[in-house]
Structure formats: C-alpha cells, structure tokens
C-alpha cells in the first residue's frame, strides 16, 4: 500500500500527542515552527512556552509563569516541576549538550515525563547535535522547507502590496507564477520574502535570476557543492541533436501540469563519450535552458578525512540538493571517484562502497524533482550497478563529431569570437580535421587566432588550416581506447548524434613536427 509522506507539522503533532517526552526539531525558521506549535497549543488548549538563554521562558500561548530563569539546569527543574498540559520550546539548545548533567537531566525527564502528565520538551535549533546517551531518548524531526501552496501564498499576498510603477510580469499568469514558485523552493519562509522584495526593488517584477542567485548562498554555505553560474545554451552545442531533442521533450516536466499528464519525474542521463565532445557543456546548457540551478559536485571533495565524515557528506549533498529542487546535480567525471567501489572493503575500510550505495539508492528511490547529470570518459572504470535500468532514464554515447557536426561547431566558435563563417572558406578547413573533438576544434581557432594577431593580420582559412595541422587528435592517441568504448555503446547506450561516419581505422593525418606536412599513417 503507498502512503503520501507526512509532512513535519503533522509527524510533531502525532508525537506531542502520543507523549513523546523529548522531541528534536531541526530548522533554523525558529518564528515558523513555533507559529506552528502555537497554532496547536491553542486548539488542544495547552500552555506553550519557550526559553532562551538571553530572555528564560518566554509565554507563546496559554498562562505559563516561568521567570526569569536562564540557567539551563534550572529551567530543567522547573519544567519538571511544572503542572497541567504543557509544552515547552528549549531554543539552540544544542550548545548545552556537551554538560553532562544537563544530558542526565534531559534522560530523567525523558523517563519521568510520561508517567507524571501530558507535557513535551522540543528542542529548536538550526543543527543536529545528538550526544550518544540521547539517541534513544528524542525524536528527530527535518521541519520542512516552505511548500508551493505557503510560496504561492506569499506572492498573493506581495502582489496586493504591489507598490506604483511595480509590474506582476511573469507572475500574471498560472504558468509564470509556478516557475517563480520552483525558482523559490528549497529557501526558507523569510528568505522568501527577501529575495521577492529584492527582485521587487532591482527588477520592478518577479525576476526569476535574481530569485536563482539567492540559493548560491545555500550552496556556497555546503562546502561540497558548487553553484556553477551557467551562461551556455543548448544552441551553443554543435550537433548531439538526439541528445539535445531528448532535453528538449523534458524542459517543462518539472511542472504540476506534468504531474496532472501523469508523467513521472525525470531522473537523469548518464553521458559518456570521447573527452572532448560535449558531455560538460551539455550539462552546463541544461541547468540555463531549464532555468534551475546546476551545481556541480566534485566527487572528490566527498571523501573526507575523518572516519564517518564521507558517509555524511554525502548525505549532506542530497540534502541540499533537495532542499533547493528543481535542480539540476552535474557529476563530472564520476569514474574518477567511484572507480574503487570493488575493492574498497580491502583499501578503506568499505567508505567508497557505502558513499556508492548511498548515493546509487537515492539515484533510484528519490523523489525530489533533483534531475542529474552525469559524465564519464572511461566507461569500464564505472561500476556495473550505477548502468542498470532505474538508475538513470538513459545512457547517451557521446562520439567525435560528423563532419556536418565538426562544421557547426566551427562556426558556432568563429561567431563566439566574433568572426563571420560565412566569409571564409570552411569546407577545406572541415576536410583536414576528420577525427577532431569538439574541443580540439576550437583549439585550432584559439591557435589560428594567436597567429593571425601576432601577424597583425584578420584570420583566414590558410591560418585555420595551418592550426589543424599542428593539433594531434585523440582519436589518434587513444584510438584503442575509443574503438573499446564504441563497441561498448553498440549494445549499451543510445547514440547522441543522428549519425555517426565510420571510424577511420587505417588512415589518420596527423603533422610531422619538422615541417608541418601531412603525413598518412
């Protein structure tokens, strides 16, 4: 039978009134939660107090005489010595946990509360910080981040406060309004009406970039993750048109209007190919085509120094993740730091192995509308479970460029550097780089340009062909390589490209260091 998940007000109210004594509740939206709770109080007509160090009990709802009592030991004792339904809200208590007989005391009111009357101690605070003798004495609980319907319910409200001169913009219709609405998930209900009011002053609207740019601060604050500010378009991708055509179909399929279709959430694509030919650049072009955050996730930064600390950076990862969703998560390169999955029980106690399961698990279970990307140069060095069915939605083949291809992406750079194509003769120059990159395409238009600038002179095609003739190809230095990867993807993954030409296994020109002459090997 599949349940909807409950969300955090409910599962804190479920506990409060089964008489869970001790109740953990991790936010940093103190006023949010306690609104919440006080919302409870009154109905169920309980006292609701909280205390802080700086201000002791504070009355939220109900008749509560607490004092001034700020010592934490001593607010303990009166909590325990308090009569009736009562719930109390012990804020950033966290800090006192190291005390430990603040520690015993919370245990004997863990072990007295129930049996004496209906009263809860919830703890507040924006970390986890459990010391071993409490684990089985509090219930944890994530408040949630604000939900569409709180979101959509602040722009109702700002919209009405519309100062003169200010315009709804997208933010005037259904659709619009959604995409400021997922453009704002995963902040909190205050960083919500910040950043809307900035967009306000800065805009004169609802700016979805300016709502975007806020969440880097969420991402920079992680110390994994980084929040690549993506420039690139999907038009800036010379060829991969199967590719491109497939993220074009899945562009909205983030939207409630998909869920209403009955179309499930994409989960993501594995690319893997030829260094050089677009893998990274595609991931770039997705998170600016879909306006959704790309970060960027260096496996690397994963495997920590201390003893536990991988296990809970990655689970950090798809925290944050999540919690900004709809997101676009890029793991570049993702053989380099899952190759030793095999033999990781031998070489580090297992880490590698349960950092994989963790993130392969999620890959498969989640529901967060978190779409990843990732790449690959060397299929073999990968794991077998991370390309099973379920895992990812498809595996593309990412192979040199058609000779069609290679032509676009010349011109796409020429432009990029602010030359005309049509002005120069790239048919010749085209012809003279058949196993060229992506990559190595625009090198030779870099180089060309070094050449023509320092002859003072404007590029031509000559200057063009003389680069491709100092550039050596991979496909040349790799090519048992590559040819191992293409027969790999016959079977496994479908091709990026509409067609590929057939590898050159006999001939390759590559330039004789001496002369410069073509030599045919």
């Known amino acids: 039978m599949n349940h909807e998940p409950i969300g955090s007000v409910r599962e804190v109210e479920d506990l409060i009134k089964a008489r869970y004594p001790l109740i953990y509740v991790v936010s940093s ?52 010595g308090v009569e009736g339904k009562a719930i109390f809200v012990l804020r950033d208590f966290h800090a006192y946990l190291d005390n430990p007989q603040v520690v015993r005391k919370l245990r004997d009111l863990a072990h007295d509360l129930p049996r004496k009357s209906q009263k809860n101690v919830i703890l507040l605070s924006p970390v986890l910080k459990m010391p071993p003798e409490l684990e089985k004495e509090i219930s944890v609980i994530d408040w949630d981040l604000p939900d569409r319907p709180e979101i959509d319910a602040i722009i109702g409200r700002m919209l009405q406060e519309l100062p003169a001169g200010v315009e709804p913009g997208v933010a005037a219709d259904a659709n619009g309004r959604e995409r400021i609405v ?61 590719l491109k055509g497939w993220l074009q179909k899945r562009r909205n399929a983030f939207t409630h209007k998909a869920r209403e279709f009955g179309l499930p959430l994409p989960k993501g694509i594995l690319l893997i190919g030829v ?57 570049d390169e993702m053989e380099k730091g899952f190759s030793g999955t095999g ?66 992406i010349l011109e796409i750079h020429l432009r990029k550097k602010k030359r005309d194509p049509s002005t120069l003769d790239l048919n010749r120059v085209v012809d003279a780089m058949p196993e060229f ?33 100092e550039v050596v190809p991979l496909a040349v230095t790799m090519k048992e390589g590559i040819d191992a990867m293409r027969e790999w993807a016959k079977t496994r993954a479908r091709p990026a490209s509409m067609g590929n030409e057939k590898p050159k296994t006999d001939r390759f020109a590559v330039a004789d260091s001496a002369g410069g002459r073509r030599i045919e090997v």
């Open 275 to 331: 260094p050089g030919c677009g893998k990274s650049l595609t991931a770039k072009a997705v998170g600016a085509a879909w306006q959704m955050p790309l970060l960027r996730l260096d496996v690397g930064k994963i495997f920590g120094g201390l003893v536990g600390s991988s296990e809970e950076n990655i689970r950090k990862v798809i925290k944050t993740a999540e919690a900004i969703a709809p997101a676009v998560l890029w793991l």
């Open 343 to 408: 033999s990781s029980n031998m070489s580090d106690g297992g880490t590698t192995s349960r950092v994989f399961g963790t993130f392969v698990t999620w890959l498969q279970e989640k529901t967060a509308p978190v779409f990843v990307i990732a790449t690959a140069n060397n299929v073999h060095q990968l794991p077998p479970e991370l390309l099973r069915k379920g895992r990812f939605d498809e595996i593309f083949f990412v192979d040199l460029p058609t000779r069609e291809e290679r032509k676009n």
């Open 29 to 80: 939206e103190e006023a949010r939660v306690e609104k919440s709770l006080r919302e409870f109080a009154l109905k169920k007509e309980r006292k609701l107090a909280a205390w802080s160090i700086t201000r002791g009990f504070v009355t939220l709802a109900g008749d509560h005489r607490g004092g001034d009592v700020k010592d934490p030991l001593k607010a303990l004792d009166h909590i325990a």
């Open 182 to 242: 997922e453009a704002a998930l995963g902040l909190t209900y205050g960083e919500v009406e910040n950043v809307f009011a900035k967009s306000i002053v800065r805009a004169k609207t609802f700016d979805i970039p300016t709502i975007l740019g806020e969440k880097k601060h969420i991402i920079r604050k992680s110390g994994i993750l980084e929040y690549y500010e993506a420039q690139e378009s999907l038009e800036d991708i010379g060829g991969l048109e199967v």
């Open 437 to 469: 990159s992506g990559a190595e395409v625009e090198q030779a238009v870099v180089s060309a340009l070094y050449d023509a600038f320092d002859a003072d002179r404007d590029l031509e095609a000559d200057g063009l062909l003389a680069s491709v003739r």
